[in-house]
């Protein structure tokens, strides 16, 4: 007896020791974020492994809130979409004539659903360089949201050039929803979201019914970790395979360089920048500060929504914003460099 209460003080000591060091980082954050020197961040979720690391909200947001997540729901399109090609619904070298009889234009026709989870489509829409034109706006005035995406002009070859934006992702929701027999939300509610326990969600649909499968989802942020929980395990939840492992290897292996740098547009002084590369609708890239170097796949949303897989470290985590439209919705990038990460070196090193 007396030497497990002796093993006991021992446990519980070393405990008390350590915690000051091991979150006085984390602390810092979350006082940074309370005093806006990170503005407008609404949550961080963080987690390694099975443990929780970082759960706090701000700016009357709660952990029951949903938020929107814009953009980064573009990645769950992806799940969405290896599911039904799991299931043998459709396949990645299935073209839009398949699946669009109405469709005529001939080389609209031809392009493949790997080009629209490439976003190498050659239609010609462009949300990310500024450089235009940006058709989201303009397609949610419409009351039928896929047909104004097929209606959008072919500029170049499928296959050719990445080119960010939602008319792909919208395609990819109506074929889901047109080999699967049922509504996309009724598709993603099934295959997904009742067997990760996701209940409490609004989807955004267009006045003929449609689902957003580009973004303006809303969904808590335990659910979003939840997601990238389901792509660390490469697919899998309590047991059960979701979606395949090869799809996860497939569609998150980010072989499209897009010459763009989260982490530059971040503002972090004294970190080394490399392009972040582009899979199906997944992002990935290296990230280089000071000792550390490591690799991110992410989702990513207009605001500072991020879903984020950092498997060396076997981490995920989630950030959600109100940072919209502008560079600050790259903050949790130095945030993750700056404070999380070294936070989790420290408790290696100890």
């Known amino acids: 007896m007396k030497t497990l209460l002796a093993a006991l003080f021992i446990l519980l000591f070393t405990n008390c020791q350590a915690q000051p060091a091991e979150h006085s980082l984390l602390k810092e954050l979350k006082e940074k974020v309370v005093d806006k020197t990170y503005p407008k ?3 961080i979720v963080v987690k390694r492994g099975d443990t929780m690391i970082i759960e706090d909200y701000f700016n009357g947001f709660k952990k029951d809130t949903p ?13 969405l979409a290896g599911i039904a090609i799991d299931k043998k ?6 073209n839009l004539g398949r699946f669009f009889p109405e469709l005529k234009d001939e080389g609209k ?54 080119s960010y934006n939602s008319n792909e992702p919208m395609l990819v929701g109506e074929i889901i929803a047109r080999a699967s ?17 996701i209940k409490d969600y609004k989807w955004t649909v267009s006045p003929k019914g449609q ?44 072989q499209i360089v ?40 992410f989702a990513s949303g207009n605001g500072g929504q991020y879903m ?22 790259k903050l949790p990038f130095e945030m993750l460099l700056k404070y999380i990460l070294p936070a989790l070196e420290k408790e290696n090193n100890r």
């Open 41 to 43: 961040i609404d949550a």
């Open 67 to 79: 938020h929107d997540m814009r953009s980064s729901f573009k990645s769950i399109t992806s799940l």
């Open 89 to 94: 619904l459709m396949a990645l070298d299935d």
């Open 109 to 162: 026709r031809k392009i493949s659903v790997r080009n629209l989870l490439e976003m190498r489509s050659g239609l010609g829409c462009e949300e990310f360089y500024d450089i235009g034109p940006e058709c989201e706006e303009e397609m949610v005035k419409t009351q039928d949201w896929v047909a104004y995406c097929l209606g959008v002009d072919r500029i170049r070859e499928p296959g050719l050039n990445w």
């Open 181 to 197: 027999g049922m509504s996309v939300m009724d598709f993603a509610k099934e295959n997904l979201f009742q067997p990760l326990g």
């Open 211 to 254: 689902g957003m499968t580009a973004g303006s989802f809303y969904m808590k942020p335990l659910d979003m970790l939840k997601i990238m929980d389901l792509v660390r395990n490469k697919g899998r939840w309590k047991g059960t395979q979701i979606v395949s492992a090869d799809w996860i290897e497939a569609s998150t292996n980010g």
């Open 258 to 297: 897009i010459d763009f740098s989260f982490t530059r547009y971040s503002k972090i002084p004294n970190a080394q920048y490399e392009s972040a590369r582009y899979g199906f609708f997944w992002y990935k890239e290296q990230l280089n500060y000071k000792d550390i170097s490591t690799e991110v796949l």
């Open 308 to 329: 984020m897989l950092l498997p060396e470290y076997n981490v995920t985590a989630v950030f959600t914003g109100s940072n919209y439209g502008n560079w600050r919705g």
